[in-house]
Nanobody, 114 residues
């Protein structure tokens, strides 16, 4: 069935880097815009980055994070550099296509702590 499975999260010190991956299956990956969201308990889910024919980023991560995709591998990535404690969150993979049901992964925890 439809699946989005995130991986690559973990504990990192401020200034460090992580690379998140989201493996997609069960739908036509190349036809979907892919995004990364993040959420801290008690706060609303925040759009971090989106990739379709172009890329967009939240101002809070621009210049530090890079979203990319490999359609042959049905995978979207989020390269996270110069990490800050405020980047700590559960990061979720999201797939969107007009008139189709949005798809969400289960999330992967990123903790930035000294």
């Amino acid at each position: 069935q439809v699946q989005l499975v995130e991986s690559g999260g973990g504990l990192v010190h401020p200034g460090g880097s992580l690379r998140l991956s989201c493996a997609a299956s069960g739908f036509t990956f190349s036809r979907y815009a892919m995004s990364w969201y993040r959420q801290t308990p008690g706060k609303e889910r925040e759009l971090v980055a989106t990739i379709s024919d172009t890329t967009t980023y939240a101002n809070s991560v621009k210049g530090r994070f890079t979203i990319s995709r490999d359609n042959a591998k049905n995978t979207v990535y989020l390269q996270m550099n110069s990490l800050k404690p405020e980047d700590t969150a559960v990061y979720y993979c999201h797939a969107h296509r007009p008139l189709y049901v949005d798809k969400w992964g289960q999330g992967t925890q990123v903790t930035v702590s000294s």
